[in-house]
C-alpha cells in the first residue's frame, strides 16, 4: 500500500491527477479501508484538483473525525473548507441558492 501512495505522489508532482487518483484508490485497496490521514489529504488534493469536490470533502472528513487535532488536522479543514465552497459556487451558478447554504 505505501508502494502505492508513493506513486500517486509521484503522479501528482508530475501533474498526472488521474493517474494519481487511481494510484491512490489502488493504496486505498491494498490498505484494505484503513489510510493514515496523510495520504487521505493528499488524494482529497487530489480530488480538488480533479474537480471531485463531493469526493474530496468525504476525504476531509474523515480525516478530521479520526486525526482528532492532529498533524493533519489543519490542512483537512482547509482542504475541507475549499471543496465545500467549490460544492457552494457549483449550486449557486446552477441556480440552487437554498441548497448552497446547506454546506
Not at 488521474?18 to 485497496?29: K, T
Not at 493533519?72 to 449557486?92: C, E, K, N, P, V
Amino acid at each position: 500500500g505505501e508502494v502505492w501512495a508513493e506513486l500517486a505522489a509521484c503522479y501528482r508532482r508530475l501533474g498526472k491527477y488521474s493517474a494519481s487518483h487511481r494510484a491512490y484508490a489502488s493504496a486505498h485497496e491494498r490498505f484494505n479501508g484503513r489510510v493514515i490521514p496523510g495520504v487521505l489529504c493528499a488524494w482529497g488534493q487530489v480530488e480538488l484538483d480533479l474537480g471531485l469536490y463531493e469526493d474530496a470533502a468525504a476525504k476531509f472528513e474523515e480525516v478530521l473525525s479520526a486525526d482528532g487535532g492532529g498533524a493533519f488536522s489543519a490542512m483537512a479543514a482547509y482542504g475541507l473548507g475549499s471543496a465545500t465552497l467549490a460544492i457552494a459556487r457549483g449550486q449557486i451558478d446552477e441556480g440552487k441558492f437554498g441548497s448552497s447554504f446547506s454546506h
